[in-house]
């Protein structure tokens, strides 16, 4: 009978998904996955931290809860520093102990990357596939495989996105963290937004990679979270390339919080709107914002062209 891995569709999956779901259906393992974001989830997520824990933590623990009972393992990975000399969210250094803590009666599939201790992606997800009976070798080769179809993926989305560039309409970045710009409840419903207004939408996780370090490095040399650096270089390299600037982040998010300061003291003479998600009871004050802005950007591509 087929293992049944179940992965959350929130916070590290909008990472690692394609690494993920290639590895296991390498191994012939079925893969449950949780729903797009709904209340629901987010009320269950709500119940097993106290208010001030961030949005996006409280929909991955609903995420959680959904998937229980419905697989033999949950994936839920602890990463620290997954590149040289930076680290990630506490909150994803903290992953696997706030489910153990908060979730009762579930089995946690987990893997560590931690850079620091010599702890790699791949000695993780070898680790991993001993943990479920699996060889070296044949996890090896499913971590390889893996690896070169999520390259594969990214390489695509780039490649898209620079076809963007050159259409003639009103471009704006979404700058945030994935688990952000992609979730239902929080990303989503400015996507949809947008997209009816006819806006070229720029992603700031499709950035190339090889240009972070470079981008970032010429806004601030003091940025020491790795998925923060993602969200500055993507603003400093399309900045003299779009109309407007969208930031989103979920409340309270300590780093997103410093970069997003840095970026309204550095980043002069373009739009930029910033959204805080914190209660997402009501639609109406967010679509009102979102109106109130196009039409600036309506306004100053008018006045340009004249």
Known sequence: M????????SLLYYYYKDLWINFFKYLDMEIIESPNTNKEMLKEG???????????????????????????????????????NEEVCTNFNALYDIVNNVVSDIEILN???????KDSELLGFLNMGKELGISYIKAYKAYKYAKE??????????????????KDSIKILLAAHPYN??????????????NEENITILYSDR?????????????STDIHWTHSKEVVASIN??????????????????PDSLSNDLISRKVKNLPILTLMFEDLNSDIGLMTRLESYIDILKQKKEESCE
Not at 3 to 9: M, V
Not at 207 to 219: A, D, G, P, V
Not at 242 to 249: A, K, N, P, T
């Open 2 to 9: 087929r293992l049944k891995i179940g992965i959350p569709k």
């Open 46 to 84: 709500e119940k097993l931290v106290d208010d001030e824990t961030c949005l996006s933590m409280k929909i991955y623990l609903g995420h959680i809860v959904y998937l229980k009972d419905k697989c033999d393992y949950i994936l839920v990975p602890r990463l620290f520093s997954v590149c040289k």
């Open 111 to 117: 893997y560590n990357v931690d850079l620091t201790t």
């Open 149 to 166: 179809k999520e390259r594969d993926i990214r390489k695509s989305k780039e490649l898209t996105q620079e076809a963007n560039l050159e």
């Open 181 to 194: 710009l992609y979730d239902d409840l929080i990303g989503k419903q400015v996507i949809r937004y947008l």
């Open 207 to 219: 950035i190339k990679k090889e240009r972070i370090n470079e981008e970032c490095m010429e806004l």
């Open 237 to 254: 390299y399309y900045k003299d390339k779009v109309d407007g600037i969208i930031l989103m982040s979920s409340f309270p998010c300590g």
